[in-house]
């Protein structure tokens, strides 16, 4: 195991006890404050570390970084130095805040450098390049087919043979806390001849974790599920919204658009697959056998507690959801081979969501769509208000963790408010 | 009309008789040669006009611009500076090359201010930070109906309500010239029970007019069709790489993937939608009548003429198809205000591609999925072998101009020639 990710290890940064970042995870991020531009920033506990202010002050000097890769606006810089350096730059602050290290706990730069938590925005941590959403839970993927085609055949003949996929809107991501405009558009109640033009009355979530890349291959070449970890920077909380009765007149026969890329919003601290090492799972057993492109080996799946919250405009947030990244049917690392086997090129940069992570149960569900079955089955929030799908004024929240031996890895929040559309 | 637009203008530069670069053209690119990084140039007759030594030396100083904005390797950032900017640089530039202007044409910059076109390498010519592609051509969706549906019932219910688009990839976008490789990927054809990897068999090409963006929406605010074009800089011809067998097997539910994402290329020049002024055309009608966002005032299409050839390895170009951007049923100002209306947003250097564009006659397909039926009805080509898709070593080229009064607006070509999978 990595020192860095040590149970044991304590910092001289206080972390409380629930805190989604002790040293074990030092996730990275962009954060700015009212008399700071944005800069790269890593979590612990209460505090951001500022990497600017520690690299301009030499703090980092045992990591060869160029100048002022920290002061930029986005972290995509930083990302292209790859895996390896980025895990040089976790180990050598993981040295840095451990409890027994003075160089810094003892310095004048403390103050500057620990900004408390509650003085910070977080902003956008990439520029992303591309973004591509696949459809990997098989309880996601069965429970839609059964809804809206057959229960008997709800996936479709190819799921079990590659991990479908499509590409989204990267220009829509936005950033926990950002507030989603309900969207409007064209649906078709099955009850009148032509479209209507109306704002959508199916505004729904999805949860899902995303990945973040930190490496290229050239356009032509491919990305073997053995290389592809190398790719992978860290992962975060996904919120897919999703207009459902928009989705519904429009997404055939080339896929889902407007329905989906009015907004996407994401937890704003990278937790990188180092953080996540101990927490690896096996995945679900692949029957019928997959083609040898995406075979894999070693254990690919990881264990993150995901919980969904809906917070209304007056009342306390109700939990409606509790799945798991483990339950994905196709790993990261075989949707990267998919993704590359016909050449195209990964960026650094890119954002790859996994798609709606369902678990088995009926609370595990999701999205408002499988949790509602479409609305056949309203949940009460515990203001005694019930939901099929989202109002105005309604805050959807997604948290995860990973947890063993003590050691919580978070990732923060994803949330956003739900705003009437215009008039 | 606009003055630059005057049939009757002449520029000091050689104009070859059928060139696509007339002084009422100057379109817009990025180019580099052997001992200059690359630049912005505009294209006249058979020279490239470098707009980085224009700027430095003053030619370029009746109007106001960033100090070096083209020096850089794309043209986003002079994108940016939007319609009217982009309008007054041509406007300067016309007046610059008119025949009876002799400032630039009797000072000692102009040698080193035009660069011969054989002398240049085009590239991107924008970073492209979203592409998405539509599906407007009503033959082309008609066409792919009934071989794949139903030949009563072709068009999908939601076809003539909406500008039926989806996401594509950016990153995998390149310029002419830029060799495919032929993609691999999982096809199941109809003998077998199981899918299998493989290169494509059939590889296609699909003819396309794209615009480039040089305007943005707030997240949550839309573009009517009114305001669209101004957030249109120009137009570039586009071919949609496309893998058939793949396509088939991975496209439900959503969409077009790694079946499309392997490539698309590019022609290098933009060309204004300002020098396309005097080729406007009435489109088609509209029947059943559209929602009050997407109804239009004006004429919207476009009358350019395409043709798509293809050369073999040994042998000469055959013309295989002639079709024109003005059968597009949906316009541009609709695609744009329909992509907007539930608020997502649109940035500079976005690239929105039409959707093959397939006339009313076989002749015309934009396709050899339709060209050739799906393989039921080979091409035969000028070397006597026949195609019903791409072999390797074959280049698919598109040309494309607008012509009127003697002035014939051209794009450059858009081409690329197949290499066979890698073993």
Chains 1, 2 share one sequence.
Not at 66 to 80: A, E, G, I, R, T
Not at 129 to 146: Q, R
Not at 227 to 255: C, H, K, T
Not at 260 to 287: C, H, M
Request: proline share 7%.
């Amino acid at each position: 195991m990595l020192s860095s990710n040590d149970p044991n290890r304590k910092s001289w940064v206080e972390v409380p006890p629930l805190s989604d970042f002790p040293i074990q995870n030092l996730p990275f991020g962009i954060f700015k404050t009212s008399n700071r531009s944005p800069v790269a920033g890593v979590a612990i506990g209460e505090y951001v570390v500022d990497l600017a202010h520690l690299q301009d002050h030499g703090f980092l000097d045992s990591v060869d970084l160029p100048n002022k890769v920290f002061h930029q606006k986005y972290l995509n810089d930083f990302l292209s130095l790859g895996r390896k350096k980025i895990r040089e730059v976790r180990e050598c602050l993981s040295n840095l805040l451990k409890a027994e290290n003075h160089i810094l706990r003892d310095h004048a730069s403390r103050k500057i450098a620990l900004v408390p938590m509650h003085d910070v925005e977080m902003i956008m941590p990439v520029r992303i390049g591309n973004y591509t959403d696949f459809y990997s839970s098989e309880e996601h993927a069965t429970n839609v087919g059964s809804m809206f085609r057959d229960p008997k055949n709800a996936l479709l003949p190819n799921w079990k043979h590659l991990p479908v996929g499509y590409h989204g809107r990267a220009s829509s991501i936005v950033v926990t806390g950002t507030p989603v405009r309900r969207p409007k558009g064209q649906i078709k109640p099955p009850d009148v001849a032509s479209p209507i033009f109306s704002p959508s009355r199916k505004l729904d979530f999805e949860l899902e974790v995303a990945f973040i890349t930190c490496g290229e291959n050239a356009l032509g070449d491919r990305v073997t599920t053995e290389g592809a970890e190398d790719m992978i920077a860290g992962l975060v909380l996904f919120n897919d919204w999703s207009a459902r009765d928009i989705q519904q007149w429009e997404y055939v026969p080339l896929g889902p658009f407007l329905s989906k890329n009015f907004a996407s919003t994401i937890s704003p601290w990278i937790v990188t697959l180092d953080a996540l090492e101990p927490f690896r799972v096996e995945g679900p057993t692949q029957d019928p056998p997959v083609l040898p492109y995406l075979t894999f080996t070693g254990i690919r799946n990881f264990d993150i507690h995901l919980e969904v919250f809906v917070l209304p405009k007056a009342g306390k947030e109700t939990s409606i959801s509790k799945s798991n990244f483990k339950y994905m049917y196709w790993n990261m690392a075989q949707q990267l081979a998919h993704h590359t086997v016909n050449g195209c090129n990964i960026q650094v940069g890119d954002l790859y969501a996994s798609g709606t992570i369902s678990g088995p149960t009926p609370g595990s569900y999701g999205s408002l769509l499988e949790l509602s079955w479409n609305g056949e089955k309203p949940l009460t929030l515990s203001d005694g208000t019930s939901r099929t799908f989202l109002h105005d004024n309604d805050t959807l929240i997604i948290r995860g963790h990973a947890e063993k031996n003590g050691v919580r890895i978070g990732f923060g929040s994803c949330s956003g408010k739900v705003l009437a559309s215009h008039e």
